[in-house]
């Protein structure tokens, strides 16, 4: 063979090689990211989601009131005579509020790290608030249930001020959080249309149960448990809108990539 022909071979060789190398590739789907690895966007949200679902039924574990021997009378006690220095189910009733406390903190702190600008991020601040005060409230309790001993203050001065900030920082949140969806994108729309009904209501729910702290007890223990119910409303809201931020942050992580086929050559 001919020093030309070799030449030729090689360059044909060459030519075939390339034509393999830009052989249109077939169109498919990225790799979807995995919604468990630690770099997942949503991961927090969710996480965030389930603690403050939980922390929803926890909140109203006075429900269990209705099936233990407590002794004191739902209409004209306050929940937190359930754990009360002397009374017999303080561990219990103690050890739930704890529980639901701490969910609260983790929760709020979870969903503070992807909070999408100021208002929420002071909304998720103030949630860690009334978890932290929800916590010193057991640690400080009433020395003794009022609504079964007349001689027993209704104003524990370190109780009744671990109560005040708890209101505080809830109704705080509830305010700071509903600005925020409406002032922030993404717009939540759960919080946007609920929470302020939720707050109209929570609120004077709150304020109708402080007869006693003024001497003038009764039936305040059925607004409490109203008001109570409805901080556990606030909550499953918090919790379905992280679910929907979860999902919304992995919808868009996950976006199929399509690989263009090269135009065939003429």
């Known amino acids: ?90 561990g219990l009733f103690g050890g739930i509020e704890c529980v639901c406390a701490a969910l609260v903190v983790l929760g709020a702190l979870l969903a503070y790290g992807p909070a999408a600008g100021r208002w929420s991020r002071a909304g998720w601040a103030a949630l860690a608030g009334l978890g932290l005060s929800s916590l010193a409230d057991v640690a ?11 001689g027993c203050e209704a104003v524990h001065p370190w109780h009744t001020a671990t109560s005040a900030l708890a209101h505080f920082f809830l109704f705080a949140s509830m305010a700071l959080l509903s600005r925020a969806a409406v002032a922030e994108r993404p717009h939540r729309q759960l919080i946007r249309r609920w929470g302020p009904r939720v ?38 809201l918090l919790a379905a809108e992280s679910l929907r931020s979860a999902a919304a942050a992995r919808a868009s992580a996950v976006r199929p990539a399509e690989i263009p086929a090269p135009a065939p050559t003429p």
Request: aromatic share 8%; net charge positive.
């Open 1 to 90: 063979m001919s020093g030309q022909e070799r030449n030729a071979d090689r360059q044909g060789g060459r030519a075939r090689g390339g034509d393999r190398a830009v052989r249109p590739r077939r169109a498919g789907k990225a790799a979807p990211r995995h919604a468990g690895r630690p770099g997942d966007p949503g991961r927090r949200d969710a996480w965030a989601a389930r603690l403050l679902a939980v922390a929803a039924v926890l909140y109203n574990g006075w429900l269990l009131e209705f099936v233990l021997p407590t002794g004191l009378d739902p209409r004209h006690s306050y929940v937190s005579e359930l754990y009360a220095a002397d009374q017999p189910l303080r």
């Open 140 to 150: 400080l309790p009433m020395r003794c249930a009022p609504s079964l001993e007349p």
């Open 199 to 236: 707050l109209a209501l929570a609120l004077p729910a709150a304020v109708c149960t402080v007869g006693p702290l003024f001497g003038r007890p009764g039936w305040h223990g059925v607004l409490q448990r109203i008001h109570l119910v409805l901080v556990g409303v606030w909550f499953a």
